[in-house]
């Protein structure tokens, strides 16, 4: 019965896009959030990684003159 009055007049026809637009952000929403955590936290393990390879190395580990 909801459907029927919604769809027979013009402003139940509006309160419907309304209400379908409504429902595609509520299932979109969540998606876009995870995601964005996602990246960030994909981001920032990628940043490690590359810091742990690119720190300079000191000690004997450094000088790469064999030793006798």
Excluded at 2 to 18: F, H, M, V
Excluded at 31 to 51: D, K, N, P, S
């Amino acid at each position: 019965m909801c459907k029927t009055a919604l769809t027979n007049s013009p402003e139940g026809r509006d309160i419907g896009e309304q209400f379908n637009r409504a429902i595609l952000l509520m299932i979109g929403a969540p998606y876009v959030v995870f995601g964005a955590v996602g990246a960030a936290i994909f981001r920032e393990r990628l940043h490690a990684t590359w810091r742990r390879f690119r720190r300079p190395r000191i000690g004997p580990a450094a000088d790469p003159r064999p030793r006798p």
